[in-house]
Structures are given as structure tokens and as C-alpha cells.
């Protein structure tokens, strides 16, 4: 039962063009969303969080879209640079027990060409 | 930066062997959580720890796991009895209270995870 998708494996953008990577999800009840980016043998690093009272939530080159009516959202990474190759992982939870935990997607694995 | 960390990186052991994971979540967060992810698949929730007592825990974490918080810094995940689909990466988070400001309790900060491999 995957209640967050994220259907794209991988995706491979030149760089200093805009990266968008998706996710979907299905559970009505989460509100709030966040996106992990890892690399391999680290821990998931957070990058950036969305409540779902919000649409959009912008930091530096980093910007997260809410679209809670087809339950979708998107990470924007513009300009894209090399470092940001790794997996990038939608999480979501329902906020409202306290100390839940995070519903994961599979993650997409971002290439940057130089 | 305060950061999560977690002890032994890389941890091997033979089937039905007990086995201890510790992490030391960040100094000021009281939310405590425990995930796995098998080689190849997802980041999976395990369990959450709050005031010193189990919060949530998932389908996953039955009878052979258990969690303590044995002292004001530590936080540890026990395996009794393990088995082979217990290989995996074992990764500790840990977040703060609500209204802590920019860190809010949504926002679990991970560590690096420590590989288990059971033979």
C-alpha cells in the first residue's frame, strides 16, 4: 500500500537547469509534507517542509508546490548544480498524533550532467 | 550543527544473536524515532518515543524489538532474536517540540544509519 509515489526512479537534468522532481500521495489525512535528499551510506538530510495550509514554501534555490486538490506535490531545484546528485525522498505525515512517523516514498535518484 | 549520531556504523551478526543499536539524538529534541530501510527498497518507520514511553510503532516492530532511552543521551533499538530479513539500514531521528521555532516537531533530523547485516 504506497500512500506516497513517487514514480520516477530517476531523473537526469543538466546543470544549472530547474530540477522537478514529483510526488503523489493518497492518504487524506497527511498535512504535512517534507523532502529528504541522500546520499549513499548518509542518513535522509531534510531540505525543505510544506504544511498543508500552504501552497508553496520557498528556500534559496530550493522550492516545494502543494497541490492538496490532486494530492501532488513538487520539488524545484533551480539552478541545479553537481552536489545535488543523489535520491531525493517525498515523506508525509498526519500531524495530528504528536510523534508519528514519516510515510516515505521510494525516492527518485537525481542525476546532474554536467 | 547539532546532528544525530549513531554507534557501531556497520554491525554484523549471526541469526538468533541479540543486537543493540544506539543513537544520540539532538541534545534539546524530546521526539525519538527508529526506521529501517532494506537494500533496494524504502525508508520505513519502526517506531516513535515520547516522555519515555512508546508513542507509535508500526507493523514492523513486534516483539522481537523493543526501545530504551537508558539515560538523558541515548536512545537504543534492540533486536532479541535475529533474523535474516532484519538486515537493513537502521536509522535514528529524533525532533523537537512544537513551537520550538524554526525547528518544528514535523521536521525529523536523521543520522547516518547503521548497517546491519545478520548471517
Known amino acids: 500500500d504506497q500512500q506516497v509515489k513517487q514514480n520516477s526512479p530517476s531523473l537526469s537534468v543538466q546543470e544549472g537547469r530547474i530540477s522537478i522532481l514529483n510526488c503523489d500521495y493518497t492518504n487524506s489525512m497527511f498535512d504535512y509534507f517534507l523532502w529528504y535528499k541522500k546520499y549513499p551510506a548518509e542518513g535522509p538530510t531534510f531540505l525543505i517542509s510544506i504544511s498543508s495550509i500552504k501552497d508553496k514554501n520557498e528556500d534559496g534555490r530550493f522550492t516545494v508546490f502543494l497541490n492538496k486538490s490532486a494530492k501532488h506535490l513538487s520539488l524545484h531545484i533551480v539552478p541545479s548544480q553537481p552536489g545535488d546528485s543523489a535520491v531525493y525522498f517525498c515523506a508525509a505525515r498526519d500531524s495530528g498524533g504528536g510523534a508519528d512517523g514519516l510515510t516515505f516514498g521510494k525516492g527518485t535518484h537525481l542525476i546532474i550532467q554536467p | 550543527e547539532p546532528e544525530v549520531t549513531q554507534t557501531p556504523s556497520h554491525q554484523v551478526t549471526q541469526m538468533g544473536q541479540e543486537v543493540i543499536l544506539r543513537c544520540v539524538p539532538i541534545?534539546?529534541?524530546?521526539?525519538f524515532y527508529w526506521y529501517r530501510q532494506i537494500l533496494g527498497q524504502k525508508v520505513e518507520f519502526l517506531v516513535s518515543?515520547?516522555?519515555?514511553?512508546?508513542?507509535?510503532k508500526s507493523e514492523i516492530f513486534d516483539d522481537q524489538f523493543s526501545v530504551e532511552r537508558p539515560d538523558g543521551s541515548n536512545f537504543t533499538l534492540k533486536i532479541r532474536s535475529t533474523k535474516l530479513e532484519d538486515s537493513a539500514m537502521y536509522f535514528c531521528?529524533?525532533?523537537?517540540?512544537?513551537?520550538?521555532?524554526?525547528?518544528?516537531?514535523?521536521?525529523?533530523?536523521f543520522g547516518p544509519g547503521t548497517r546491519l547485516t545478520v548471517l
Open positions: 541534545s534539546n529534541h524530546l521526539y
Open positions: 531521528a529524533s525532533s523537537a517540540m512544537r513551537g520550538s521555532g524554526r525547528t518544528s516537531y514535523n521536521e525529523q533530523f
Open positions: 518515543f515520547y516522555n519515555n514511553e512508546i508513542s507509535e
